[in-house]
């Protein structure tokens, strides 16, 4: 019940192109959804949250939907750029627990 | 501002032999989280301070690992003895205050290396 689960493990996408990233939970508790963006020897770092009272979050190329009767949530990097290239995390946070997916690397070919 | 401290970035250590990490949070954050991070995953929670109080060390092997924040500031982890498959990255975070609705700042790790 505290699993989060990301899909997919890994990602190549062409430059300008949308990068699509699932996750999935399963306790009804969580009530905060950040994603955070890592780049390699740098620790992890907040990109783009959302809370379940609304279906999407925009923040500048990088949305977030989420789907509460499927308990589902998805990041989108629209416009996908070279820098973009990174492993990216999900969490859930509810009763001051945060449970992180596994990660995604996602690779941005120029 | 300054971000999240931690020391050292890297050690290698022979198994069974001790190793201390260290974690100097944001200035005035009150809570801290010292993750482990393997190879491919997600970091896990090991344990959290609210101040100088673990509030929650559920997940910290308590028979080999001790962590210890003594003034509510800067924390030390500790592993006696190390063994192989603790090799792994060792994230510490802080944040402003005691929900996860807030955002966690994480330094950027000690990538421990166990032979």
């Known amino acids: 019940q505290q699993q989060v689960k990301q899909s997919p493990q890994s990602l190549i996408v062409q430059k300008g192109g949308i990068s699509i990233i699932n996750c999935a939970y399963e306790n009804t508790a969580f009530d905060y959804f950040p994603w955070y963006q890592q780049f390699p020897g740098k620790g992890p770092a907040l990109l783009i949250a959302?809370?379940?009272?609304?279906s999407e979050k925009k923040e500048g190329r990088f949305t977030i939907s989420f789907n509460k009767s499927a308990k589902q949530f998805s990041l989108h990097i629209m416009d996908s750029q070279p820098g973009d290239s990174a492993t990216y995390f999900c969490a859930a946070s509810g009763g001051f627990k945060t449970i992180f997916g596994a990660g995604t690397r996602l690779f941005v070919k120029a | 501002e300054a971000g999240v401290v931690q020391s050292p970035r890297y050690k290698i250590i022979e198994k069974k032999q001790p190793v201390a990490f260290w974690c100097n949070p944001i200035?005035?954050?009150?809570?801290l989280y010292w993750y482990l991070q393997n190879l491919g995953q997600g970091p896990e929670l090991l344990i959290r301070y609210e101040n100088e109080e673990a509030v929650d060390d559920s997940q910290l092997p308590k028979d080999r690992f001790s962590a210890e924040r003594l003034k509510g500031v800067d924390s030390t982890l500790k592993i006696q003895p190390a063994e192989l498959g603790d090799s792994a990255v060792y994230l510490c975070?802080?944040?402003?205050?005691?929900?996860?609705?807030?955002?966690?700042?994480f330094g950027p790790g000690t990538r421990l290396t166990v032979l």
């Open positions: 975070a802080s944040s402003l205050s005691r929900g996860g609705y807030n955002e966690q700042f």
């Open positions: 959302i809370r379940p009272d609304v």
């Open positions: 200035s005035g954050h009150n809570t």
